[in-house]
T-cell receptor, first 109, second 117 residues
Framework: GQNIDQPTEMTATEGAIVQINCTYQ??????LFWYQQHAGEAPTFLSY??LDGLEEKGRFSSFLSRSKGYSYLLLKELQMKDSASYLC??????????WGAGTKLIIKP | GAVVSQHPSRVICKSGTSVKIECRSL??????MFWYRQFPKKSLMLMAT?????????EQGVEKDKFLINHASLTLSTLTVTSAHPEDSSFYIC?????????????FGPGTRLTVT
C-alpha cells in the first residue's frame, strides 16, 4: 500500500532550527512536496524535490533521498509565524499526491 | 504566481439542502482540478479528480451522486453537495494543476468551510 509517515507534533524555540522528517512508500515516484498550512487556511506550496539532494530556498530547505524513501524539511531562524502544520506529499506513478497527516509545529518564544 | 479562488469561503445550510462550491483558476488554465476534504487536525483527503470536459474520477468511498463535480472550462470547477447532512460539515479545498507539462505543483484555493445544521 501507499503510505506517508511524519511526526504528529514538534516544538521548537524562536530563532532555532528544526527538521521535520517524512518517509514515504508509493507505487512509483514522481516527486516529493512540502506544504505549509496555517489553521483554518488552505495549504501553501513550500518545495518540490524529485532528485536526490538538498534544495535551499531562503530559511527553508528540503532534502530527498529516493533510495531511502526519505525527505526532510529544514526550517532555520524560526519565527513565531512559522507555527503551522507542515504537510509532506509524495506523487505516485499516476501523478496523484499521497498526503501525510501533517506535522504541527509549535514555536515557543 | 498562480492564484486559485474558491467561493463561498463559508456557508451554513440546513440539512437536506444542496450547496454549490466554485473553484476558479484566475491567471492560468487548469486542465486538472482536485477536490479535497479536511477534518479538524487531519490531513487532506482527496475526494475526486476532475479533468476539463470529462467526468470526474472519484476516490473509493466517495459518493458520486452526493458530491457532484463539474469541470466545464479550463478555469472553473464546481462541487455540489446534494442533500447535505450534518456529517458533511467539513473544510472543502480545491486545487488546480496547470497545463505546463513540467509542473506538477497543485495550487490551492483558500477553502470553503461548510456547516450543515
Amino acid at each position: 500500500g501507499q503510505n506517508i509517515d511524519q511526526p504528529t507534533e514538534m516544538t521548537a524555540t524562536e530563532g532555532a532550527i528544526v527538521q521535520i522528517n517524512c518517509t514515504y512508500q508509493t507505487s512509483g515516484f514522481n516527486g516529493l512536496f512540502w506544504y505549509q498550512q496555517h489553521a483554518g487556511e488552505a495549504p501553501t506550496f513550500l518545495s518540490y524535490n524529485v532528485l536526490d539532494g538538498l534544495e535551499e530556498k531562503g530559511r527553508f530547505s528540503s532534502f530527498l533521498s529516493r533510495s531511502k524513501g526519505y525527505s526532510y524539511l529544514l526550517l532555520k531562524e524560526l519565527q513565531m509565524k512559522d507555527s503551522a502544520s507542515y504537510l509532506c506529499a509524495a506523487m505516485d506513478s499516476n501523478y496523484q499526491l499521497i498526503w501525510g497527516a501533517g506535522t504541527k509545529l509549535i514555536i515557543k518564544p | 504566481g498562480a492564484v486559485v479562488s474558491q467561493h463561498p469561503s463559508r456557508v451554513i445550510c440546513k440539512s437536506g439542502t444542496s450547496v454549490k462550491i466554485e473553484c476558479r483558476s484566475l491567471d492560468f488554465q487548469a486542465t486538472t482540478m482536485f477536490w479535497y476534504r479536511q477534518f479538524p487536525k487531519k490531513s487532506l483527503m482527496l475526494m475526486a479528480t476532475s479533468n476539463e470536459g470529462s467526468k470526474a474520477t472519484y476516490e473509493q468511498g466517495v459518493e458520486k451522486d452526493k458530491f457532484l463535480i463539474n469541470h466545464a472550462s479550463l478555469t472553473l470547477s464546481t462541487l455540489t453537495v446534494t442533500s447535505a447532512h450534518p456529517e458533511d460539515s467539513s473544510f472543502y479545498i480545491c486545487s488546480a494543476r496547470g497545463t505546463s507539462g513540467d509542473s506538477y505543483e497543485q495550487y490551492f484555493g483558500p477553502g470553503t468551510r461548510l456547516t450543515v445544521t
